[in-house]
């Protein structure tokens, strides 16, 4: 496979998978294939301490095969004391760092984390970088080490540097989509939502179908409007930034297209919004007659989740995510359910469950359950 024709099949798949339409793990060897590494991990986080960390995303791909029980081992075996953790959040954004610059020469003497879970791993000789994620998160991706026999070479490091926009935008809609529960959902299941706009394009950028949300933020024209059948902002500046979003996404044909996202202002005090968009890969299933070229959410950061946690949080002691899971479990979702829509593996959320029981003094489930019932927060069950 030709360079080029490697990069467009990497970025395809990162798009779909932001989409929900194809799986993680398909994309994640695939990056560590073209890449020319023998696996890699991507983490997508909050915090700078082991206290307060929230993870979100976490998934390991070594050979080929996803590996979740390495990924379960690291944190449950070497997380804790693992010296790098808390020198990631400080590393500056999109600079590759080698795996062995983020130990002291004692500490590679001394650290379990770097000989043995890295050595488990084929990643002593690997990379990482961080990426700024949206609302203050972290985006970590580590690449194991090299295939090439030189090791590191020039044009391998340029590759990678020219994903690294595609991997960050990978986990910004994604998360955007979890957020709004609707990872996975189908191209009508996300035209029936109400949590955030849908706009779909065709290939020239007019405007094909949209949501009920979408049409009430275009019928009111608070700066982003359909203007003759395209969408418009009336704000200069924010409109040719739309255009610059627009023309990546729809290239000429034969060049993989680029997802982007803006925020822009409104006139009215209701605050800022959010615009992801994602071309939609030749693959998709559910673009009907390729009319649709590009898909435009617009996501408004003030919206509240569907349940709020936050009486769970305070009460109980927990972080935002722990919460929401708490929630979750006592409305009868399962780890799995719960998996498939945060875009989580199930390794990650049973983590989770793990520091959630490990701060209530607790073992089962259940008994997580009924301490968020008796909150209120969630209707009991009466069967």
Known sequence: ??????????????????????????????LSEVSRTRGGGLAFFTGHT???????HAQVCLRGQVREDLLLSYFEDYFPQDERILRIPQLPHGQLVETGDLYTDREKKTSRAYNEALRDVEGQNGLHVR??????????WVLCDST?????????????KRLLPHVRQYVIVRSALAEAGALGASLGELLES??????????????????????????EGDRLKDERGFLWIRVRTE??????????????????????SMMFGRSSSRGPLILH?????????????????????????????????????????????????????AAGHTVRDIALSTGRTEQTVRWHMKQIFRKQGISRQVDLVRRVLKLGGVPESRG
């Open 1 to 30: 496979m030709s360079s080029p024709d490697a990069f467009e099949r990497i970025v395809t798949s990162l798009q779909e998978a932001a989409l929900g339409h194809a799986d993680w793990p398909e994309a994640g060897c695939l």
């Open 50 to 56: 082991r206290a307060d960390l929230e993870l979100f």
């Open 131 to 140: 990426l700024d994620g949206p609302e203050q998160s972290d985006i970590l």
């Open 148 to 160: 090439e026999r030189g090791g590191w070479g020039a044009d391998q490091v340029e590759l990678i």
């Open 194 to 219: 109400t949590r955030f706009g849908l706009i779909q394009l065709n290939r020239d950028g007019g405007i094909v179908a949209a949501n009920d949300r979408a049409r009430k933020l275009l019928r």
């Open 239 to 260: 409109n040719a930034e739309l255009s610059r979003l627009l023309d990546c996404a729809l290239p000429p044909f034969g060049t993989p297209g680029a997802a982007g």
């Open 277 to 329: 968009i994602s071309p939609v890969g030749e693959r998709q299933p559910y673009c009907q007659a390729r009319r649709v070229a590009v898909l435009v959410l617009v996501l408004d950061p003030a919206t509240p989740a569907p349940v709020d946690p936050a009486l769970v949080a305070v009460v109980l002691g927990l972080t935002p995510t722990e919460s929401r899971l708490a929630v979750a479990l």
